[in-house]
């Protein structure tokens, strides 16, 4: 498929998506924008910033990772989508992830007053129970977005859980095992991030849900 056609494919999904979110939507269901406001102010992970103010496509988050004992947590960093129908939220986060939405992400780790650069890894999915972990080339570079779930617990300690409310989340890549300290993401996303934004989705920098 092509990817004027692949586009459009994407937003005639998206606009399906919303559509049928606004068809079940009942006058006295919880609403989230409340809880995007106090995400969007947080400094600690788990946290999210709006896309929609992301001036040519770049973003830069200083953020800090929170000592918890002697557990290193790994930590994605992606968007999030919501709604009060799963079915459409669901079906909007697997539209972006075939619209191979590309990005360049870079992460750098503040320690004594200099930046020291934290690797990457990107997920892939080669079937539909098998993940393959790659390593993101130095450039930052990252090909589009791929499924993730993120730790619950951290994100209702936070106040961003909602009742009654359908969460996704999508990754562009995770840093592992990362120590306390106070960190910079760098992101740029290039024309697709429309997309994003017409999907409502916010950027998201989260734990990932641990194996049990």
């Not at 406001?37 to 800090?64: H, K, M």
Request: aromatic share 4%; charged share 25%.
């Amino acid at each position: 498929m092509s990817r004027p056609l692949q586009v459009v494919r994407v937003l005639l999904l998206l606009v399906a998506a919303y559509m049928a979110v606004g068809c079940h939507r009942q006058p006295h269901q919880t609403s989230t924008p409340q809880l995007g406001r106090d995400s969007d102010s947080r400094t600690a992970v788990p946290l999210t910033r709006s896309l929609e103010a992301v001036q040519g496509g770049e973003i830069r988050i200083e953020f800090d990772v929170p000592a918890d004992g002697e557990s290193l947590h790994s930590v994605f960093f992606g968007v999030r989508l919501d709604g009060h129908d799963s079915t459409s939220v669901a079906e909007t986060a697997d539209a972006l992830k075939e619209a191979n939405i590309s990005a360049k992400v870079q992460l750098h780790r503040i320690q004594q007053g200099r930046s020291v650069k934290v690797a990457l890894r990107r997920s892939q999915w080669v079937s539909r129970s098998e993940v393959e972990w790659l390593t993101v080339s130095p450039d930052g570079v990252v090909p589009g977005l791929e499924a993730a779930d993120a730790d619950r617990e951290s994100l209702l300690k936070a106040g961003m859980i909602a009742q009654d409310v359908a969460y996704r989340e999508l990754s562009f890549a995770s840093a592992d095992a990362l120590p306390p300290g106070h960190y910079v993401l760098g992101l740029k996303l290039g024309n697709e991030r429309k997309l994003l934004i017409d999907a409502k989705a916010k950027l998201l920098i989260a734990y990932r849900a641990r194996k049990k």
